[in-house]
Each structure stands twice: as structure tokens, then as C-alpha cells.
């Protein structure tokens, strides 16, 4: 068979592409077929990546808008979508290059590795799941104060593997997601507003009423404490010197630093008030007794009830 034969035979397999480089002087068939599918392979490559590039992440960035998600949340998942249209690409170009019998080897190879992979890393996949929940789910957000366990901060960074927190004694915590998925976490200030609670204790001679008032009424006169829903004063303890009276109330907007502000002025504007009007807040008094005997017998001491 002559030449010109076997590159008709052989056109079709090679296609235009390796076909035109086949007549190229100095070419082989071998060479034509491997530059045919490698050129083949970067345009479908390039055209799948351009079109994810300027389409699909547009796409994906308005959902998120309309998800009200904030820019820092956007940025791993914008990241991932940017590894998808990536892989997406490759395998289309494998499959346009006509590159069957490599790609279905590699991705024999890469399930074993991803199979391997994820079994040592199984605590760093958890916490990626978790990380995820966060973002869907939205138990807080940045600058949110959240408590679990034993620890409690206001949330810094949300990454899909660790959420930073700082604590009220301005230390970092970098706390691994599936940690705050995985119990109860309290975020006090998701709600628009909080109810606080403290105990004020008064003799058991002084008037209940009147304490009651003043607590009510102090509460009334701060600027921070809410009218709507009003304060509130319940009788709750009787303990071994003092009468406990527990008020209620609640604050706008919280934050830490709000609750702890608030909290005080409000008991240190009670205290006050007790203290003018003749109140008394008691404190424990221990009675001790029996005496205490010397060497010599000697007895030193007497309580006196």
C-alpha cells in the first residue's frame, strides 16, 4: 500500500488535526496521533475553564448574594466551585483527547489514593463536613459571643476546617468545627434581644416590697434596659442569711461587652439605692463553737453566741 493510502486509512483515526500534521514532512503517524490529542486535549481544556470561569462562578456568586452569605463566607465555597470547573475540565479534556485507557487508569489510581487518604485523615474530613453545616446552617456568625463547654468567646474567623474565637481574656481560640457541631453551643445573642437574671439578698427583716420596688424601678431607669418586655422580680430563695429576690430583665442589640456593662451599672445602681433607704444585703456569719485547750489544760477560749 502506498502512502497515500495508509494516511487515508489512518485519517479518520488521527481526525483533521493530526491528519494535516501527518502531511507535514518529517512527521510520523505516531507523532501526528500525540500532537492531535494533546492539542485536542488544551482546547477542550481551556474551553470548559473559560466557560466556568466567566458563567458558572458568576452564577454561583449571585445565589450566594441572595443567600445574604458575607464575603468571607463566599471564599471557600467560591474555592471549591473553582476546583470543581477545574476537575470538570480535565476529565472533559481527557475524554475529547481521546485519552480512554489513561484516564480510566488514573482514576483507578486516584480512588486508592482518595481511599487512603481518607482514612488517615478521617478528624480533617469531619471537620470539613462540619464546616460546611456551619456555613448552611448558620448557628452564629462573625462577631457573634457563643458558648460551649467550658469556653466561651466572641467567633473572629469561620474556615471550613476551624473557627477562631476570641475569649474575654483576649486569648485566640482555634477550635476544630466538628467541636461545635458535635454538642450544645449556645449563642446567647442571636435572638435581637437578651434576658438577664441576678439576685439580689436582703435581711430577713427588711421589707420585700420595698426592695422589690427599688429593683423594678432602677431597672426602668437605665437607658439600655428594655420597658417592652418590662422587668420583673420574683421571690426565689431563702437562704441561711438573706432573702433571695431574683430580677429579670432585658437588653437590645447584645453583645458581651454589653452584658457585662449593663449588668454592672444596673447592680451597683440597686446596691446604691439599698444602701440609702436602709436596706441590708447580708453576708454569711459562721458561729463557732467549743474552746481551745492548752498544753497545760488550760482552757483559752469561749464562743459567744
Do not use: C
Amino acid at each position: 500500500m502506498t502512502a497515500g493510502g495508509v494516511s487515508a486509512v489512518l485519517a479518520p483515526a488521527l481526525g483533521p488535526i493530526g491528519a494535516r500534521l501527518e502531511n507535514i514532512e518529517g512527521v510520523s503517524t505516531e507523532v501526528a496521533e500525540s500532537a492531535a490529542g494533546l492539542i485536542r486535549f488544551v482546547a477542550a481544556f481551556l474551553a470548559i475553564y473559560f466557560i466556568g470561569r466567566f458563567v458558572v462562578l458568576p452564577l454561583v456568586t449571585r445565589a450566594m448574594d441572595r443567600r445574604s452569605l458575607d464575603a468571607h463566607a463566599q471564599k471557600p465555597l467560591l474555592l471549591i466551585t473553582q476546583f470543581g470547573v477545574v476537575f470538570v475540565a480535565i476529565a472533559v479534556a481527557f475524554g475529547f483527547a481521546d485519552y480512554g485507557n489513561f484516564l480510566v487508569s488514573m482514576a483507578g489510581i486516584a480512588a486508592a489514593g482518595a481511599l487512603a487518604l481518607g482514612l488517615a485523615t478521617q478528624n480533617v474530613i469531619s471537620n470539613f463536613v462540619a464546616g460546611i453545616f456551619i456555613y448552611t446552617d448558620k448557628p452564629f456568625k462573625i462577631g457573634d459571643w457563643i458558648e460551649w463547654g467550658d469556653h466561651a468567646g466572641t467567633v473572629e474567623d469561620i474556615s471550613l476546617r476551624v473557627t477562631r474565637v476570641r475569649t474575654f481574656d483576649n486569648e485566640l481560640l482555634t477550635v476544630p468545627n466538628s467541636e461545635l457541631t458535635n454538642g450544645v453551643l449556645k449563642n446567647p445573642v442571636d435572638g435581637n434581644k437578651l434576658r438577664l437574671k441576678f439576685v439580689f439578698g436582703i435581711g430577713y427583716g427588711d421589707d420585700i416590697e420595698q426592695a422589690t420596688q427599688i429593683i423594678v424601678e432602677e431597672a426602668q431607669d437605665h437607658p439600655d434596659i428594655l420597658d417592652e418586655p418590662g422587668p420583673s422580680v420574683r421571690l426565689t430563695e431563702l437562704g441561711d442569711s438573706d432573702v433571695g429576690l431574683q430580677s429579670r430583665f432585658w437588653i437590645g442589640d447584645p453583645g458581651r461587652a454589653d452584658f457585662v456593662r449593663i449588668r454592672g451599672e444596673y447592680v451597683t445602681s440597686v446596691k446604691q439605692r439599698f444602701d440609702a433607704e436602709g436596706i441590708d444585703i447580708p453576708y454569711p456569719v459562721r458561729t463557732l463553737e467549743g474552746g481551745l485547750e492548752l498544753g497545760s489544760g488550760q482552757r483559752v477560749a469561749e464562743p459567744a453566741e
